[in-house]
């Protein structure tokens, strides 16, 4: 297991919370020693093959500005992830073009690229992004 005094240590670089759990998620997201189950909530864009990951803190206000992780699978399983505003995500003419989406929430997979399955503890069809923004209120995201 990952000792919490270097997690303490990498979190002193930092000043900002924000910056912080970023840090931290980033930190943690690639050592493999870690389970993260706790520390994301992780949605699959089912028909899009979209993945998006909301850090467990560092959000605040509308969701349109929180900072998301971004993965895009249809473009492979090399597709690196990218952190962005979940207003890019959701004002994507792809995304807008596309209702409705099934829509995952799921907090672990098992295995990757094609075998990726996520465990999903709740599916939602959204017809528009008002019925996700209420998606995520119902998780507490």
């Not at 910056?19 to 992780?42: F, G, P, R």
């Not at 959000?59 to 895009?72: A, E, Q, R, S």
Request: hydrophobic fraction near 35%; glycine fraction near 4%; aromatic fraction near 14%.
């Amino acid at each position: 297991m990952f000792p919490t005094s270097h997690i303490s240590a990498r979190l002193s670089l930092h000043s900002n919370t924000h910056v912080k759990c970023n840090a931290l998620y980033y930190y943690l997201t690639s050592t493999s020693d870690l389970q993260l189950e706790n520390a994301t909530k992780k949605f699959h864009f089912v028909e899009m093959d979209w993945i998006v990951h909301f850090p467990k803190c560092g959000n605040k206000g509308k969701y349109l500005t929180y900072n998301v992780v971004f993965i895009d699978r249809k473009k492979g399983t090399n597709q690196p992830e990218q952190l962005v505003r979940l207003e890019k995500i959701v004002e994507n003419r792809e995304f807008e073009n596309s209702y409705p989406h099934t829509v995952g929430f799921y907090k672990a997979s098992s295995g990757e690229g094609e075998g990726f399955k996520p465990e999903y503890l709740e599916i939602r069809r959204i017809d528009n992004v008002e019925e996700f923004w209420l998606f995520l209120n119902a998780l507490d995201i």
